[in-house]
Structure formats: C-alpha cells, structure tokens
C-alpha cells in the first residue's frame, strides 16, 4: 500500500511512496500526529541523486522487519534536503555536534516538540534495528534522560553559526589579507589542485574564483599556477564527463580520476561562471571547451521545454554506480576501430581496466605532449578525439540513463542563469543569453506571487516558500543580466526582492539575514548561513548583491548593510578563509579598486561587450542607449557614446573610446 509520500511532487519522495515504512512528508500532519500520540519523530534526508540514500532504502526502508519497528515506535517523515533545506541544515547541524561527520542520508530522531537526541549518516540494517530500539526503550522508559538530550543539544545548537554584530569598521587589511592568502596556499595540492586531501575532493568553484581574483589584484604568481593547475586538473579528471560534458559532484580520490558520479545543475552552473571568468582573465582553449561542452550537457540533458532548470543526474543506472558513464576496453576497440589505440592511450583506458575493472576517461597529458608523442599536429589530434568523443556518446545515449531529479529550484536556477550570462560575457555567444533570459522569465511565470518566491517547482505546482538562497542567487542573477541588457526591469525585480527579505528576513540584532522567512514555522532556531561551501552561503551573495545596487543606485543604505554584514565575519574570514572565500571576494572590493562604469548613447551595449574583452574583476557596468533616471547614469546622455569611468561616486572625464576607457581603469 501507498504511504503519505503519494501525492508529493519531489522525485526523491516519490521514490519513498511505495515503501513499507509509513512515511509523512515534513509538515503540520506529521507533526500533529507526533504530538498527539506522544511519539518521537524520525526525520530521514535525502536526495535523489543520491548513492547511499538508494543503499540504505534497500536495505532498511523496503524491509517489512524494520518497517514495523519504525511504524510502531515513531513518526517516520521523509525530507527531499534540495527542497527543505531549512530542515537538513537543522538536523545536519544536530548530527555534526553528535558525530563530527556529516552527510546524506542523514537520518535524526527528535523530541515531539522536533528537537533532535541523536542522528547520523548512513545505517546498515542490523544497525538501523539496533539503533530504533535502543531510542524506543529509553523514550518509554526515560523520557527524562532524553529531554535532557534535547536541551543540551539544542544549547549547543543554538552557538553554532552565531554571529555576533562587530563595529561597521571593523574590515580587513591588505596585510591581513596577505597573511589569510598564505595560509591558504598551505592547504592547497600544488601537485593535483583542490584542497591536500587524500580522498573526495570537490570542485569548491567559489574558492577558485577568489584565488582567481585574488592573483590578479596581488599579482601573486604562485595563487596565479595554483589556480590554473586546479582549473587543469579538474579539466582532465574523470570528475569531467569528457564525452557529454558536465562534472560530477566530487571525485573520490585525490586526483581528480574516479567521480562520485551523481551530476547537480548548481555544481555545473558555477562551473561555468569559473571557466568563463578563467577563460576572459587567460583565453586557454581548454577552459572554452570545458564551458561549451558543460553548456551542452545542461541544454540536452538539464532544461526543460519551458526554460526551467531540473535539479540533477543519479550516481546510479540500473542499480549500479557509474554504469552509465563507464567503458571496457573492448567496447572502445570494437566502436572505435583502429583509432581505438590512440584514444585508449589519451584517456587511460586499459584492458584490465582503471576503476573496479572497467574505465573512467581522465587524461593526463597536455594535447600538446600527446600530439608530440604521436607525432600528431594539435589540430589532428583534437579532430580525432573529436570524432571518437561522438560516436561513443552515440552509444552512451543508448543506454538506461541514470534517473533524473526534473524538480526546479529557484536558488539553482538563479545560479544557471549566472552561469549563462558569464559564459555569454566571455564568448558573446547570443544563445546563452537567451538561455538565460528564457530561465529568468519562466522563475518570472511560475515561482512568483507579487514579490514573493517560491522555492520548488513541478508540474504546475509551487508549495514551498523560498529561503534566503534563492532570494540572494536570484538577485545577484538579476543584477548580471541587467549588466549584459541594460534592461532596467532586472534591476526592479532585483530591488524588489531586496525589499522582501528586509521585510522577512532581516535580523535587527545582528544586521545578517536569517534564512528563513518570520513567516514560517520555527524548527529549533532560526539558522542564519555564514559559511560558504560548494555553493556560497546566502548571506554572502546577498552582500555582494547589496554592494552592486548600492553602486548603481547611488544608495548608501544598501552599502551600510554590506559592510556591516562583512564587519561581522571579519574574525571568520581570516581564522578560515577557504571556508568564507565569497566573503573574501568581497573584500577585494574593499582593499583594490572597483569601478562603476557608467555607459551612455546609442553603441552601449557594444561598448560593454568591447570592455569585457578584457579582463578585470573589480568593476561593474551600468547603461542605457535612451537614458535613464538610474543615479549612476542620469544626465549624462551626450551627443556620442560615452563611458564614465567612476570610483567610490567620483568619476573621471568622460571618454570615446574603450581604449581610453581601460587606460582609466589601468588594466593590465
């Protein structure tokens, strides 16, 4: 029989629906039922491109055993972490304080009144069993103890993240920064790029951006090769799908080789943005195919006919790990021929294999030492691998796909926007501008009321509120496109929610932003997200958004929160600074220059995409071929094209040409 899941939209909760275990989805039901029969709550996240998650459902949740001691002794609700983020933050935080570890599944039990008394990861099934009767004889025979749990939990809870509101002056030096930037270098693979792990290493493209700008304004020559060999490494891994493009989520060795093969639109959205931002700072040929083909994967395999962005790719086809993307030797030999040799020896495949007996392609040789060492010229060769990538994709194409998670999230798509739009900054390709004006008109369409966000999206329904995420990602994507279009209407939508999440979200005490809105449920506290990881933390990007408008419209609140909303995690920056690197590309702003280029006349917007062929990232554009009322641009529409170039609200003499425009700016 159907449990409670039957009706949700979320694929990874539809593939729950069916289970022995009478699952709820998080909401008012289950949680009315836990109080009203005394019961402690068993919350379980997930997602749907998640390995272990399918392992332990296996195991435990379609197991009539442990079924019944789940029904019987708890409340069992079934969380999609990409839709309730709220909720995974909540518990995960509880499992980390428990465990020192983190990760999905994340399985929590909790007091009626939802605080947490004990939580982990991934259970095998005499464990699970072990672990549900254990928590039911003490709540029956204890409860004391665990209300002491909870409270105690909870009081630790309620210190992690806190954020303390610092003096408005309280920013970083450039001696400061110096000195975070060395530690930095420190924790850095100089050989393999990424973090000096031994084992699963992420893309972490937040990071790389910071180091990116922060080579450039330091004229640092060592962040310089660490960033480009990361940017390399990762390229040539098998983290990179080399035959449809696209990254996995991680690799699961130090060099890049073996991926964890599930695929997420926010990890390849910001990819992008660090491929294209490479690609304008140094034009490498292989940051150009690594965005192109990226772009490629997320249009055939990621969009939906209406413009929307679906969430992800499973690790898993049918029921094995990385079977989709995976080659023996003799599959290549007999679909290849006689080119099957050199594509073999390009992208390390051997007959025994280089993965559990089959292989994942990752090269390790440069194109220009391959070719050199078959005696190819350059253009040859990339025609070759080429033509071979194609007919082995033809194959691939054939095969059961992994499964794919086709719900849309505002903050993601928010982020495939960026994507887009930095990608059409660096090559001013006019698809990937309309890719991205498409997404923003359907986010526009389907996940607006007024001026407020949902967060989900699925088969005309919209049921979650959105959280900060998706508020500041989609701020700061407006605030790109408006850059790329001049069209004023971003802006205003970007204004607007701004004045939403001041209204909702904002917290007096410390002049952060909480992640969830005043207008729902409290859980255990109201998280205020500090901390940037594989994504940027909300309260990070809005602070770079703030500063943005603040520029544009000449505002000087918008600029007073940003510094103060920095001041706060001054301390933190600098004690972690690989854990906070959007906050420390903000910095950047504060300690070297930053230009608002305003852009008035009939060639505007050619002169915007002139100015961007070359690169400095401490700038930001503003324009109008008509005129405009915008602070930074009114009264100064003049006979011919013109460009001001401005800092801290004081501009230099208006100039013709971009060449005089970058002389203004002393880009190098």
């Keep these: 029989m159907p449990n409670h899941l039957t009706n949700e939209t979320s694929p990874y909760l539809l593939q729950h629906a069916h289970n022995p275990v009478d699952w709820y989805p998080w909401g008012d039901e289950a949680l009315n039922k836990a109080k009203a029969e005394n019961k402690l709550i068993l919350v379980s996240v ?50 980390m304080l428990m465990t020192q570890r983190g990760g999905w599944p994340l399985n929590a039990v909790a007091l009626p009144d939802k605080r947490p008394i004990y939580g982990g990861t991934y259970f095998p099934k005499a464990s699970w069993i072990s672990v549900l009767n254990q928590l039911a004889e003490l709540y029956k025979n204890e409860p004391e103890k665990a209300i002491e749990y909870a409270t105690n939990l909870t009081n630790a809870m309620n210190q992690m993240d806190r954020v303390i509101r610092m003096p408005e002056e309280n920013q970083i030096s450039r001696q400061e920064l110096s000195s975070m930037l060395i530690d930095w270098v420190g924790e850095i693979d100089m050989e393999w790029g990424g973090r000096n792990v031994s084992a699963n290493k992420f893309p972490m493209p937040v990071n790389n951006l910071f180091l990116l700008r922060a080579a450039y304004f330091t004229e640092n020559s060592m962040i310089r090769k660490a960033v480009e060999n990361n940017l390399e490494k990762m390229a040539q891994g098998g983290i990179f799908d080399h035959l449809g493009g696209g990254f996995a989520r991680y690799s699961v060795d130090k060099y890049w080789k073996v991926p964890h093969f599930e695929k997420m639109l926010y990890d390849n959205a910001q990819m992008v943005s660090l491929y294209a931002e490479a690609w304008r700072e140094k034009p490498k040929e292989l940051y150009r195919q690594v965005v192109f083909q990226t772009l490629e994967f997320i249009e055939r395999e990621l969009t939906s006919p209406e413009g929307g962005f679906y969430s992800s790719l499973d690790a898993d086809s049918e029921g094995e790990e990385g079977k989709f993307y995976v080659w023996t030797f003799d599959e290549i030999k007999e679909i290849l021929g006689e080119d099957a040799r050199l594509f073999a020896d390009y992208y390390n495949v051997h007959p025994s294999g280089n993965w559990e007996g089959t292989n994942v392609l990752f090269v390790l040789d440069s194109e220009t030492k391959f070719a050199r060492r078959w005696q190819l010229d350059e253009d040859s060769l990339q025609e070759k691998l080429k033509a071979n990538r194609e007919k082995l994709l033809a194959v691939r194409e054939k ?45 526009e369409s389907n996940l607006v009321e007024g001026n407020k966000l ?47 999440i001041q209204t909702h979200y904002f917290d007096d005490a410390t002049g952060m932003f909480f992640y969830t809105s005043d207008e729902d449920d409290i859980l255990v506290r109201r998280k205020t997200e500090v901390q940037d990881d594989v994504t940027p933390s909300s309260n990070s990007v809005l602070a770079h958004a703030l500063h943005s408008l603040g520029l544009i419209y000449g505002d000087h609140s918008y600029l007073k929160i940003a510094q103060q909303m920095l001041a706060n995690v001054k301390d933190a920056v600098l004690k972690t600074g690989s854990f906070h690197a959007n906050w420390a590309s903000l910095i950047l702003k504060d300690l070297f220059p930053y230009y608002e280029i305003a852009i008035t006349g009939e060639n505007a917007l050619g002169f915007r995409q002139k100015l961007d062929q070359s690169y400095h990232p401490g700038r930001i554009f503003a324009g109008s071929e008509t005129g405009s009322e915008i602070p930074l641009l009114a009264n100064r529409m003049l006979t011919e094209t013109t460009i001001f170039v401005c800092e801290n609200h004081s501009c230099q003499l208006p100039v013709h040409t971009v060449e005089a425009a970058l002389s203004q700016m002393k880009v190098r």
């Excluded at 392992?55 to 990409?82: G, L, Q, S, T, Y």
């Excluded at 086709?406 to 059409?424: E, F, H, P, Q, R």
């Design 399 to 443: 095969r059961v796909r992994p499964g794919l998670d086709d719900k849309i999230l505002t903050s993601w798509n928010a982020l495939m926007i960026k994507g887009y739009v930095d990608a059409y900054r660096a090559f001013d390709k006019p698809e990937y501008l309309n890719a991205a004006l498409k997404n923003a008109h359907f986010i």
């Design 454 to 500: 949902y967060r989900n999206y699925k088969e005309g329904k919209r049921t979650i509120n959105a959280f900060l995420d998706d508020y500041a990602n989609l701020i700061d994507a407006y605030i790109a496109l408006y850059q790329v279009t001049f069209d004023e209407y971003w802006l205003e939508r970007a204004q607007a929610y701004v004045q939403t």
């Design 46 to 95: 997930g997602y749907a491109a998640c390995h272990w998650c399918h392992v332990m459902e296996k195991e435990c949740f379609e197991d009539e055993e442990v079924a019944k001691i789940m029904n019987r002794h708890f409340v069992c609700i079934k969380v999609d972490r990409e839709e309730r983020p709220d909720v995974d933050k909540i518990y995960m935080d509880a499992v």
